[in-house]
T-cell receptor, first 114, second 114 residues
């Protein structure tokens, strides 16, 4: 069974630009969550999608948005990039939801904002 | 919202000794407590989890204990081996999700000395 796939693996963007990250979950998994990982703040929850609907949202500004398609693939968009958005962005898929069952993480997309 | 504190931030033990990592949480509604292991440059992977209706769970050399009254839970690794070297994250969540999603501790860097 293929694992969670994130693309691209690395990105370098300039302040003010926008970026779209992609996540393909494990086949059959309907829940996709996104996390931001930084050395100072650790892993922070961005949002969760389930069956194309945003079911939960963390405390990040509106510049961070996402969506989920009918095949459960998910995208995350960050607009008006700031230097502080530099981080490893991880997505995780699970069968029903990441809050009481195992979440399978992708390798992440490392975003560098210059 | 939920807040998870994790200690210590770095733990160095001799190979063969035991390691204990402790976490406290703030939200009494949290009922799911997973532990993830992240090796350098790799994705986080679930190693064990516990639900609030259970006080202890074991899986070979790994065990987790939960004290709901005190709102703390701990990871115990016995007979440590070099491959146990990694960053370990505790997390807490309410199965209903919410704005906190899966709230992670800041991580413990476990170093196994040969």
């Amino acid at each position: 069974k293929a694992g969670v796939t994130q693309t691209p693996r690395y990105l370098i963007k300039t302040r003010g630009q926008q970026v779209t990250l992609s996540c393909s979950p494990i086949s059959g998994h309907r829940s996709v969550s996104w996390y931001q990982q930084t050395p100072g703040q650790g892993l922070q929850f961005l949002f969760e999608y389930f069956s194309e609907t945003q079911r939960n949202k963390g405390n990040f500004p509106g510049r961070f948005s996402g969506r989920q398609f009918s095949n459960s693939r998910s995208e995350m968009n960050v607009s008006t990039l700031e230097l502080g958005d530099s981080a490893l962005y991880l997505c995780a898929s699970s069968i029903q939801g990441a809050f009481d069952t195992e979440a399978f993480f992708g390798q992440g997309t490392r975003l560098t904002v210059v | 919202g939920e807040n998870v504190e994790q200690h210590p931030s770095t733990l160095s033990v001799q190979e063969g000794d035991s390691a204990v990592i402790k976490c406290t949480y703030s939200d009494s509604a949290s009922n799911y407590f997973p532990w993830y292991k992240q090796e350098l440059g790799k994705r986080p992977q679930l190693i064990i989890d516990i639900r609030s209706n259970v006080g202890e769970k074991k899986d070979q050399r790994i065990a987790v204990t939960l004290n709901k009254t005190a709102k703390h839970f701990s990871l115990h690794i016995t007979e440590t081996q070099p491959e146990d070297s990694a960053v370990y994250f505790c997390a807490a969540s309410n199965a209903g999700g919410g704005a906190d999603g899966l709230t992670f501790g800041k991580g413990t860097h476990l170093i196994i000395q040969p």
